[in-house]
C-alpha cells in the first residue's frame, strides 16, 4: 500500500521503504501509560491513558520528544489487535480516556483497533498537519480531537518544521475536526467527552505569528464552541542550542504579550501556562512501559 496518510504525500510502500514520518507500516508504540500533565479537563484526577507512537511527520528542529520522533523503529511494533489491548488495558488502570500522541502516521492500524468502541472517549493528540481525507476515515472513533496550530506563518513553519503549508493545512484540518465533534461537551465533572481543544505554543521571539493563531482562533469559532490552551512551557533543545532565537526560552514580556492579546480576542474558554512551567522534566520515559504485558 502506498502511503498517502498525510499532507506530505510520500507514496512509499512502508512495508519496505519509511518515509518523511520515518515510520514502518506497523504501529510502533515507546509507552503506555496515565498521564497527569494534559490540560485539566483531560487529565482530570486519574490521568489521560495516553500511547505514544513514535514517529512525526512533522519536522520540528525544537523538537523536545526527538528522541522517538526522529526515528520510527524506536519502541515496539504492535498489530491492530495488539494496540487494542494496550487500550483496554489503561482502561481498567481507571484513566478517563485514551489518548493517541502523535498518531498520524499510525491512522490505519488505529482506525482498526477502534473498529469495536472501547468505552471511554478517544482523544487524536497530534501536531494539526493532518490530510482532511484521512481524518475522514477516523469519523465516529474519535471523541476528542487535540491539535497543536503551530504557525500562521509559512516562513516560520518552513524553517522550523520543514512544512511551508502548514497554516492551510492546519487550518483545514481543525476545521473538519470541529465538523466531525461539534462544540465542546463537558460530563459532570468538569471532564471533555467531545469537542476540539486547540494547543498553541509560544515560540521565542515569534509572537507576531501567536499573535495571528489568536486571531484565526478568535474570528473562527464562538465562544465555547472550542477550548484554547496557550502555551508557554517551550524549552531549548541541545539541537537548537545557540539558535538566534530558538536557542532560549520565552520572556515574560512575551508571554504576557500573547496572553492580554488572547484575552483582548475574546477566547475566555481554554488554559494559560505560565513560563516557569517551562521544564525538560515534563518529557515522560519512553521507556516501553505499559505496551506489553
Not at 11 to 19: F, K, M, N, W, Y
Not at 79 to 98: C, D, M, P, S, W
Not at 140 to 165: N, R, V, W
Not at 198 to 208: D, E, F, Y
Amino acid at each position: 500500500m502506498l502511503c498517502r496518510e498525510c499532507p506530505r504525500n510520500c507514496g512509499v510502500d512502508r512495508t519496505h521503504t519509511l518515509g518523511v514520518c520515518r515510520s514502518p507500516q506497523t504501529a510502533v508504540v515507546t509507552r503506555a501509560a496515565p498521564h497527569f500533565w494534559e490540560e485539566p479537563p483531560i487529565s482530570g484526577t486519574k490521568g489521560s491513558g495516553t500511547v505514544f507512537f513514535a514517529g512525526c511527520n512533522l519536522g520540528c528542529i525544537y523538537c523536545q520528544n526527538a528522541a522517538i520522533s526522529r526515528g520510527g523503529q524506536v519502541g515496539t511494533a504492535v498489530t491492530a489487535e495488539e494496540l487494542r489491548t494496550i487500550f483496554l488495558r489503561l482502561k481498567q488502570q481507571g484513566v478517563h480516556n485514551i489518548n493517541l500522541v502523535t498518531p498520524t502516521h499510525y491512522t490505519h492500524v488505529i482506525e482498526q483497533a477502534l473498529q469495536e468502541e472501547i468505552g471511554l472517549p478517544v482523544v487524536y493528540n497530534c501536531g494539526g498537519y493532518e490530510r482532511v481525507e484521512t481524518l475522514q476515515t477516523l469519523e465516529g472513533k474519535i471523541q476528542i480531537y487535540l491539535p497543536d496550530l503551530k504557525y500562521m506563518d509559512a516562513i516560520a513553519a518552513e524553517k522550523f518544521s520543514a512544512a511551508p503549508d502548514y497554516p492551510t493545512v492546519a487550518k483545514a484540518a481543525i476545521l473538519e475536526m470541529f465538523r466531525q465533534t461539534g462544540p465542546c461537551k463537558f460530563d459532570e465533572n468538569g471532564l471533555l467527552t467531545k469537542g476540539v481543544l486547540i494547543r498553541h505554543m509560544v515560540l521565542p521571539g515569534h509572537t507576531k505569528n501567536t499573535l495571528a493563531v489568536i486571531d484565526w482562533v478568535a474570528s473562527t469559532f464562538q465562544k465555547g464552541e472550542v477550548l484554547f490552551s496557550l502555551m508557554s512551557q517551550y524549552t531549548p533543545t541541545k539541537a537548537v542550542a545557540g539558535h538566534k532565537t530558538l536557542g532560549r526560552p520565552i520572556t515574560q514580556r512575551e508571554y504576557e504579550k500573547c496572553r492580554d492579546y488572547m484575552f483582548a480576542a475574546g477566547i475566555e474558554d481554554g488554559f494559560l501556562q505560565e513560563p516557569d512551567s517551562a521544564r525538560s522534566d515534563y518529557v515522560p520515559a519512553f521507556d516501553g512501559t505499559g505496551v506489553m504485558p
